[in-house]
């Protein structure tokens, strides 16, 4: 699950995580830049986190990220897309995605909140749009 976001300087990927499932609904800490797996653990129990086992990693990460980023940059007028892309043989394949996505298990996964000063004036922008829309209609 990636969430990107479309800012001043066009869309990028926010967060990511990789939702392995089984039994204990295995959720990974993923590295933005590289794809590896920093960490596993149950959905349900975030304290349960465990180091991921070395060279642990999605595959065709950049390509992924780059579907994610060009999905966004299609759908600009959604500020914030929360997208479930699955890799395949054939390339990452787009599942779904959510423009109001649930940022719960981001949040949980990177063990950090995501009102960080970086998201703050995202949210300022979107509300300047916002406004800029209703003046002008």
Same mark, same amino acid.
């Given at each position: 699950?990636?969430?990107?976001?479309?800012?001043?300087?066009?869309?990028?990927?926010?967060?990511?995580?990789? &939702?392995? *499932? *089984? +039994?204990?609904?295995?959720?990974?800490?993923?590295?933005?830049?590289?794809?590896?797996?920093?960490?596993?653990?149950?959905?349900?129990? @975030?304290?349960?986190?465990?180091?991921?086992?070395?060279?642990?990693?999605? @595959?065709?990460?950049? &390509?992924?990220?780059?579907?994610?980023?060009?999905?966004?940059?299609?759908?600009?007028?959604? *500020?914030?897309?929360?997208?479930?892309?699955?890799? !395949?043989?054939?390339? @990452?394949?787009?599942?779904?995605?959510? @423009? !109001?996505?649930?940022?719960?298990?981001?949040?949980?996964?990177?063990?950090?909140?995501?009102?960080?000063?970086?998201?703050?004036?995202?949210?300022?922008? &979107? +509300?300047?749009?916002?406004?800029?829309?209703? &003046?002008?209609?």
């Amino acid at each position: 699950r990636l969430l990107t976001v479309n800012g001043e300087h066009g869309p990028l990927v926010l967060r990511a995580l990789w &939702r392995l *499932g *089984g +039994r204990d609904d295995i959720v990974a800490c993923l590295d933005l830049e590289s794809g590896a797996v920093l960490a596993i653990f149950p959905a349900g129990a @975030p304290h349960r986190a465990q180091t991921a086992p070395s060279g642990f990693a999605v @595959p065709d990460w950049a &390509r992924l990220k780059a579907t994610a980023v060009e999905g966004a940059r299609l759908m600009r007028q959604f *500020g914030l897309i929360g997208w479930d892309i699955a890799p !395949t043989t054939e390339g @990452p394949v787009i599942l779904g995605l959510d @423009p !109001t996505p649930d940022l719960e298990l981001h949040q949980l996964a990177d063990r950090r909140g995501l009102m960080d000063p970086w998201f703050h004036d995202f949210i300022a922008d &979107r +509300r300047r749009l916002a406004a800029e829309h209703r &003046r002008f209609g």
